[in-house]
T-cell receptor
Framework: KNQVEQSPQSLIILEGKNCTLQ??????????LRWYKQDTGRGPVSLTI?????NTKSNGRYTATLDADTKQSSLHITASQLSDSASYIC????????????FGGGTRLMVKP | DAEITQSPRHKITETGRQVTLACHQT?????MFWYRQDLGHGLRLIHY???????NKGEVSDGYSVSRSNTEDLPLTLESAASSQTSVYFC?????????????FGPGTRLTVL
């Protein structure tokens, strides 16, 4: 069964610090992996998408990495801001699965002043 | 700007009642989806539609139904609400059927079944 596991479940950091969120998946055959940001009371919004051949992709202070061999991805947030407080969801798509996505449970990040 | 909206944003109902959650998108997307989000679970697919008059069951479709009479709307109906259906419901749409096509999510509806 396709699964996406994220860690940690929750994280508290101080404003200005960096953090890294982890995602492990068993989705096969792999097509692509997205990281979504979900603010409280809002729907998820895509941050990055990565395919099999991509190792790193950045979106401002967000940098996603992908190791397709170990089936792991990480999302690194640099110089955190209060507005980074949100849930971050790892979502994996399988080849030939069309729009069907496998969602991780998310990491809830709180940035404190 | 194109958008996807959901209504109501919050709903409290009683066990056994029929409830309909609305989803409206102005992207002119053919593909629309309904998910539920519960603590400890990732988003789970309830139903989806690839166009007018097309509907398909997702992973957790029992107790839910949808109908697609036009491109813009995909209402989700709970035929007889149960406490297990207390959840946050998200509607999404995408322009294509590939996993590369981003799904755009609505703001969600928080449903409480008492």
């Amino acid at each position: 069964k396709n699964q996406v596991e994220q860690s940690p479940q929750s994280l508290i950091i101080l404003e200005g610090k960096n953090c890294t969120l982890q995602c492990n998946y068993t989705v096969s055959p792999f097509s692509n992996l997205r990281w979504y940001k979900q603010d409280t009371g809002r729907g998820p919004v895509s941050l990055t998408i990565m395919t099999f051949s991509e190792n790193t992709k950045s979106n401002g202070r967000y940098t996603a990495t992908l190791d397709a061999d170990t089936k792991q991805s990480s999302l690194h947030i640099t110089a955190s801001q209060l507005s980074d407080s949100a849930s971050y969801i790892c979502v994996v798509s399988a080849l030939n699965a069309g729009n069907m996505l496998t969602f991780g449970g998310g990491t809830r990040l709180m940035v404190k002043p | 700007d194109a958008e996807i909206t959901q209504s109501p944003r919050h709903k409290i109902t009683e066990t056994g009642r029929q409830v309909t959650l609305a989803c409206h998108q102005t992207w002119n997307h053919n593909n629309m989806f309904w998910y539920r989000q519960d603590l400890g679970h990732g988003l789970r697919l309830i139903h989806y539609s690839y166009g007018v008059h097309d509907t398909n069951k997702g992973e957790v479709s029992d107790g839910y139904s949808v109908s697609r009479s036009n491109t813009e709307d995909l209402p989700l109906t709970l035929e007889s609400a149960a406490s297990s259906q207390t959840s946050v419901y998200f509607c999404a749409s995408s322009g294509g059927r590939s996993g590369f096509d981003e799904q755009f999510f609505g703001p969600g509806t928080r449903l409480t079944v008492l």
